[in-house]
């Protein structure tokens, strides 16, 4: 049973287009939201994170949407450059469990 | 100061044979995490230390699998008689804080590939 669903799989951009990348969950319980980035033999890097008392969350050029309703949430990445091609993990985890749940992740490329 | 180092960076194994991956955490983490990541999919949890003692070891996938980190440091994951289905890079995290509230810096990994 999936936790964190996300999509798209992967996802062609041309540079300095915006990249979406969506996620829906079911547990409730969730109470914090991150983004990881990954590159090619390289762990997952924390890109941003979101608690579900609010509704965007925006650093440079990433902003995430939460709907908590919804249960659903995004990634926005304005004016997509090829450095940001990498895999993007979309994640969940209760405010006082430490283990991460991790969406499958959307494959990222920008079009120089 | 340096992030988290995980190591070795590659492991072939032969089916059968037992390995033991190593994990360096960030100098003074509390807490440490082991992730299994098997290609093309997201990292998937297996175990939880809080210093030296094991609160959280429901995604090892079996007895096969065991973990340790006797001084609070340094933790290893060892496989036992790998199978095929063990291939994955195996992750480290490791974060300051025992409630959980902060971020988990994960290491490199390292890339098992069971024969």
């Known amino acids: 049973q999936q936790q964190v669903k996300q999509s798209p799989q992967s996802l062609i951009v041309q540079k300095g287009g915006i990249s979406i990348i969506n996620c829906a969950y079911e547990n409730t319980a969730f109470d914090y939201f991150p983004w990881y980035q990954q590159f090619p033999g390289k762990g997952p890097a924390l890109l941003i994170a979101?608690?579900?008392?609010?509704s965007e969350k925006k650093e440079g050029r990433f902003t995430i949407s939460f709907n908590k309703s919804a249960k659903q949430f995004s990634l926005h990445i304005m004016d997509s450059q090829p450095g940001d091609s990498a895999t993007y993990f979309c994640a969940a985890r209760m405010n006082r469990d430490d283990k991460i749940i991790f969406g499958k992740g959307t494959r990222l490329h920008i079009l120089p | 100061g340096a992030g988290v180092s995980q190591s070795p960076r590659y492991k072939v194994a032969k089916r059968g044979q037992d390995v033991a991956l190593r994990c360096d955490p960030i100098s003074g983490h509390v807490s440490l995490f082991w992730y299994q990541q098997a290609l093309g999919q997201g990292p998937e949890f297996l175990t939880y230390f809080q210093n030296e003692a094991q609160l959280d070891k429901s995604g090892l996938p079996s007895d096969r699998f065991f973990a340790e980190r006797p001084e609070g440091s340094v933790s290893t994951l060892k496989i036992q008689r790998t199978q095929q289905e063990d291939s994955a890079v195996y992750l480290c995290?490791?974060?300051?804080?025992?409630?959980?509230?902060?971020?988990?810096?994960f290491g490199p990994g390292t890339r098992l590939t069971v024969l």
């Open positions: 979101i608690r579900p008392d609010v």
């Open positions: 995290a490791s974060s300051s804080s025992g409630t959980g509230a902060n971020e988990q810096f």
